[in-house]
């Protein structure tokens, strides 16, 4: 049960329903992940996915589905203890007896009719989920993925040269800056269609699926803060940017 606060937010995310992929296994997390759910590797003293939902919160974003898999129990164990924050959302659990893939497993989330959010639950993040609601239904599209600019470096010296093997250019180390999926999406209900239930379907095979069919799918950039918590140096820097602007997350 949700408990009402006087003081409801009513900005555009307010109201809808969010769907956090939080079933993976973590590998690439490792050791932090060998008996340990990704979604609750800790940032200072409060986990990752948790800091997640409470964002959430603050937009008025209080109905909210876990998709689980890998160590399942223990997310929900996690939450069971948690009753300050369980009294302020409608919390549900989609268990996934086999993996079904990072878009394939919403086809088990029972009653999506309407505009919805999805996003990973393993990211770092104070984007205004107001402006991204808002920039989605601007566009009209049945698919907005939120996208950030990061910069790639190659710490070699790159050689380009011609079909006699002959050199024609020398760059070293260069950089390149490529716009990259945050793993927040906003979808129209109208992409289920889209997906067959019980087969496997990962993200990036929908979306180009739905752009096979001519269907618009936009993509919403931010400079917002934003880490992708995958590996370990990236979890480390996580650690360092929340404990030093821990305000920005908006914690309630």
């Known amino acids: 049960m949700i408990a009402q606060s006087a003081e409801q937010p009513a900005g555009a995310a307010a109201g809808l329903r969010a769907i956090i992929l939080a079933g993976g296994k973590g590998t690439r997390l490792l050791p932090f992940t060998v008996n340990f759910p990704k979604p609750l590797v800790p940032l200072g003293d409060t986990p990752v996915l948790e800091v997640l939902i409470n964002r959430l919160i603050r937009f008025g974003i209080t109905d ?56 990973n639950g393993d990211l770092l993040t104070n984007l205004d989920f107001n402006e991204l609601i808002e920039f989605h239904r601007q566009q009209e599209a049945i698919l907005t993925i939120a996208t950030h600019a990061r910069e790639v470096k190659i710490d070699l010296g790159v050689l380009e040269f011609d079909s006699q093997n002959r050199i024609t250019s020398y760059l070293e180390k260069p950089s390149s800056t490529y716009h990259v999926s945050m793993g927040i999406y906003v979808y129209e209900a109208h992409v289920l269609k889209y997906i067959q239930p019980g087969q496997y379907v990962d993200f990036p095979d929908l979306v180009l699926r739905l752009l096979r069919e001519g269907e618009k799918v936009s993509a919403y950039p931010t400079d917002c803060l934003w880490l992708d918590i995958g590996r370990p140096d990236d979890y480390a820097r996580a650690q360092e940017i929340f404990s030093e602007k821990r305000e920005a997350f908006d914690l309630v």
Not at 66 to 88: C, M, P, S, W
């Open 64 to 119: 909210i589905t876990l998709t689980l898999g890998h160590l399942a129990e223990l997310v929900k164990a996690y939450f069971d203890h948690r009753h300050k924050l369980i009294n302020q959302i409608s919390l549900r659990y989609v268990v996934e007896e086999e993996p079904t893939g990072t878009a394939g497993s919403l086809s088990l989330v029972s009653g999506l009719e309407e505009t919805f959010l999805v996003m």
